[in-house]
T-cell receptor
Framework: AQSVAQPEDQVNVAEGNPLTVKCTYS??????LFWYVQYPNRGLQFLLK??????LVKGSYGFEAEFNKSQTSFHLKKPSALVSDSALYFC????????????FGTGTLLAVQP | EAGVTQFPSHSVIEKGQTVTLRCDPI?????LYWYRRVMGKEIKFLLH????????ESGMPNNRFLAERTGGTYSTLKVQPAELEDSGVYFC????????????FGSGTQLSVL
């Protein structure tokens, strides 16, 4: 079965510093990987996806993610954090089959201090 | 373009009562998903509609949960009778149109069963 793991419940970073939110995956076959963000009192918003091609994927709000097949990881990164990046981040993998449903991780709360 | 809307945003009910959640997907999106997040856990898939047909309902917890999507437009998720463990945030998402890989989420319904 497809799954993702987000090992950190919370990541704290100072504004202006680089940030990394970790995600590892377990899939059979080629992985379709996603990052979503949830701001307070809002629904989840799509950030970026990896389907195939370049291992470095660029997404919304200056975020990027690096696909690493040997380490089965898909970490989310940003060179310089903003206070407004503080939110809940979810990694997800697409399940195979007709539904194309997403399997989510437990989420990582990113707190950016001014 | 209107996004995915969910109603109500919050619901507080007593154990044994009935609650109905509603989701209006983005117009033209054939695929509609229900997910649930229990406090601190992963976002779990409940079921998937394609138009008015249930494509996959493998994530529905038990027969106290009933989802419908009459006419292939909006969807309802009814919990009857509600139990304490049903508390959580229920998200609806839709997919289709020009961005078939991307799920668009509503803001969720926070359900509290006391």
């Amino acid at each position: 079965a497809q799954s993702v793991a987000q090992p950190e419940d919370q990541v704290n970073v100072a504004e202006g510093n680089p940030l990394t939110v970790k995600c590892t995956y377990s899939v059979s076959g080629n992985p379709y990987l996603f990052w979503y963000v949830q701001y307070p009192n809002r629904g989840l918003q799509f950030l970026l996806k990896y389907i195939t091609g370049d291992n470095l994927v660029k997404g919304s709000y200056g975020f990027e993610a690096e696909f690493n097949k040997s380490q089965t990881s898909f970490h989310l990164k940003k060179p310089s954090a903003l206070v407004s990046d503080s939110a809940l981040y979810f990694c997800a993998v697409r399940d195979g089959g007709a539904t194309n449903k997403l399997i989510f991780g437990t989420g990582t709360l990113l707190a950016v201090q001014p | 373009e209107a996004g995915v809307t969910q109603f109500p945003s919050h619901s507080v009910i007593e154990k044994g009562q009935t609650v109905t959640l509603r989701c209006d997907p983005i117009s033209g999106h054939d695929n509609l998903y229900w997910y649930r997040r229990v406090m601190g856990k992963e976002i779990k898939f409940l079921l998937h509609f394609v138009k008015e047909s249930k494509q996959d309902e493998s994530g529905m917890p038990n027969n106290r949960f009933l989802a419908e999507r009459t006419g292939g437009t909006y969807s309802t998720l009814k919990v009857q009778p509600a139990e304490l463990e049903d508390s959580g945030v229920y998200f609806c998402a839709s997919r289709g149109g020009l961005e078939p890989e991307k799920l668009f989420f509503g803001s969720g319904t926070q359900l509290s069963v006391l």
